[in-house]
């Protein structure tokens, strides 16, 4: 297994424009590659993006007919490069007319070689302006994904996952050292809980996150950015700022992995205990 390699965060501003949004998003992916990265992640979201921030567009396609996967396959194995496609729309099962939310591992072969949907979905009143309802409009997942990468093994989220901790502790207790959190948090959530829920996850399971965000406004919808590479003792190793759209990268020591479960072994610490019961009335 190789020990060290350099990953990158994608962050772009997509809109309802597939096209427009795939080819800014090709160009930055270019650049990622360019600057060494073997493992490129994109944002939830990252060929398009509507103003409610739901990420549909006016014609959903199945995974057979979905433009953007043959497209981003050709250029992982053009660049033979590692690529995570954060998430795109794909229809689900006949007996469900909603969508999933679903992310694709590729490999340099430009073969897939793991997918995730979309478990935990957004379902929030922030206040009168922001209300957001995935589960209208998607279905979600049932299963935990780990993928096999030269690194070991990666585990694969998205987005409102990262508050369920339990995910990713179950993640990396199953073997993940690399957790993978593609992301269009909202810029008012963002602000408020990004940086501290995926440090506390970093830290908790001790491993590395790599967390690339949307940024920018979208309609009448604004994402927060600052794509995050954190690792396993929650030190961020790269940020990718606010609203601009660009590339970070950062080399990923495996070595520190083991350093930080040997210095802190919580994930060998988990014990059995009983449901909380009745409160016992204060006397």
Request: proline residues 6%; aromatic residues 8%; contains cysteine.
């Amino acid at each position: 297994m190789n020990e060290v390699f350099t990953t990158a965060c994608v962050q772009n501003c997509a809109s309802l424009n597939p096209k427009e949004t795939t080819d800014r998003a090709e160009v930055l992916i270019r650049d990622a590659a360019a600057k060494g990265a073997d493992l490129i992640c994109t944002p939830e979201f990252f060929s398009c993006l509507d103003t409610q921030l739901s990420g549909l567009t006016t014609d959903p396609h199945t995974e057979e007919t979905h433009p953007a996967l043959p497209r981003f396959r050709k250029l992982a194995e053009e660049l033979n490069k590692w690529l995570l496609l954060g998430s795109i729309t794909i229809f689900g099962d006949d007996k469900d007319d909603r969508l999933f939310n679903r992310s694709y591992l590729i490999n340099p072969l430009g073969d897939i070689v793991a997918r995730y949907n979309k478990i935990h979905l957004f379902d929030i009143d922030i206040d009168k302006q922001e209300v957001y309802r995935e589960p209208d409009q998607f279905q979600p997942g049932k299963e935990a994904v780990l993928a096999s990468t030269p690194w070991g093994l990666l585990g694969m989220t998205v987005c409102y996952d990262v508050r369920f901790p339990h995910l990713y502790r179950d993640l990396a207790k199953a073997g993940a050292g690399i957790l993978t959190v593609p992301s269009a948090f909202t810029k008012k959530t963002g602000e408020a809980h990004w940086h501290v829920l995926l440090r506390a996850r970093a830290i908790e399971t001790a491993s590395f996150i790599i967390a690339p965000c949307q940024s920018g406004t979208h309609g009448i919808g604004t994402t927060f950015g600052h794509s995050l590479i954190i690792d396993p003792w929650g030190n961020i190793l790269a940020d990718g700022g606010g609203e601009e759209e660009g590339v970070v990268t950062a080399e990923i020591d495996l070595t520190l992995i083991q350093k930080a479960r040997r210095r802190i072994p919580a994930l060998q610490h988990d014990r059995d205990y009983a449901s909380p019961a009745t409160p016992i009335a204060s006397t």
